[in-house]
């Protein structure tokens, strides 16, 4: 994080994110630069060393999956899900969307944006397709499932406020990797079409291994620029005699960012978990900020939209 000060460790590991439309996720990946992991005795860092290597195998083969099955059923919206009032066209949209999303359709997919697509993020239609093939073919078993939450016309465009959970629930053969994410986002729709949209806020959850760390996520969901303010993941378990390893990080949200990897370093926790402080840059925008924790039984790691105003 910006002004962050951390005891690095030389194993360096690299993250790249995604994080989009109905499809926004941190994408994970781990690079073996084949530098040791430093510990405070010979025996502490043969075991931190032993479970990096372990957790690195078993996400690296989960990013090797380039099945394009889907072990989900579609996720289908009930009537239930929109207000009475809902326009046709709209219902049909989520429907549609979340059907496709979870079969891995990217085709059907790309058929409910306009080619003129503009994201709050910088994405288009291209990039955005683009996206969604990397996405899926390291992560092909998610389900989405998205509720309105509200909507209004301004003449012939249709503005849609929605909530999008998408899981993927772990399997054993995946070295129990499992994602949580939420995203609320504001959709403008022309012609049954999407034609542009904004994160309003988003928080994604992945775990990998048998007993990952259960940690708690405190950041606020908006800061001033220039404005200090903490950043906190505490472990829940006692830690007995494990260690923990992590990191913090925070980066603007970019189109750059979403399938580059950024490279970062992790840190011998002393304490059971991550404390931190950062400042908010001096021009408004959007951040993510991400707590990547992991001890003997797997890893965890939380990002979260950190929107920066005047």
């Known amino acids: ?9 030389k194993h360096q590991q690299k993250f790249p994110h995604g ?4 499809l926004s996720l941190l994408i994970l990946g781990i690079t073996n630069h084949g530098q040791p992991v ?6 502490q860092a043969q075991s931190v060393s032993a479970a990096v290597k372990e957790s690195q195998m078993s996400l690296r083969q989960r990013l090797r999956e380039s099945r394009t099955a889907n072990g989900f059923a579609q996720t289908i919206i009930t009537e239930s899900t929109f207000p ?4 046709t066209e709209l219902r049909n949209l989520l429907t549609q969307m979340d059907a496709a999303a979870s079969q891995g359709n990217v085709k059907g997919v790309m058929q409910l944006y306009s080619p003129n697509f503009t994201h709050g993020d910088g994405l288009n239609a291209q990039s955005l397709e683009k996206s969604l093939i990397a996405l899926w073919k390291r992560y092909p078993r998610l389900r989405y499932n998205t509720q309105l939450q509200s909507w209004k016309a301004e003449g012939n465009t249709i503005v849609a406020e929605t909530v999008t959970n998408i899981v993927g629930l772990p399997s054993a053969n995946s070295n129990n990797l499992a994602l949580n994410a939420t995203i609320i986002s504001r959709q403008r729709i022309q012609g049954a079409k999407i034609v542009h949209q904004e994160i309003l806020s ?4 992945i775990t990998s291994g048998n007993k990952p760390p259960q940690i708690d996520v405190n950041l606020p969901q ?3 620029v220039g404005q200090q303010y903490n950043f906190d993941a505490i472990v829940q378990e006692p830690l007995g005699e494990d260690f923990l ?6 980066e603007p949200v970019q189109i750059s960012k979403y399938l580059n990897p950024t490279s970062v370093d992790l840190e011998l926790l002393t304490s059971g978990g991550l404390f931190k402080v950062g400042r908010a840059p001096s021009t408004p925008g959007h951040r993510w900020v991400s707590a990547v924790i992991l001890r003997g039984g797997g890893m965890t790691m939380v990002t979260q939209r950190l929107q920066v105003v005047r």
């Open 19 to 22: 994080i989009w439309l109905l």
């Open 38 to 43: 430093q510990a405070k005795t010979p025996e």
């Open 84 to 87: 009475s009032n809902t326009p």
């Open 222 to 224: 908006q800061v001033r």
């Open 1 to 9: 994080m910006t002004n962050i000060t951390a005891f690095l460790l």
């Open 245 to 250: 390893l992590g990191t913090a990080i925070e």
């Open 202 to 205: 988003e928080r994604s959850r």
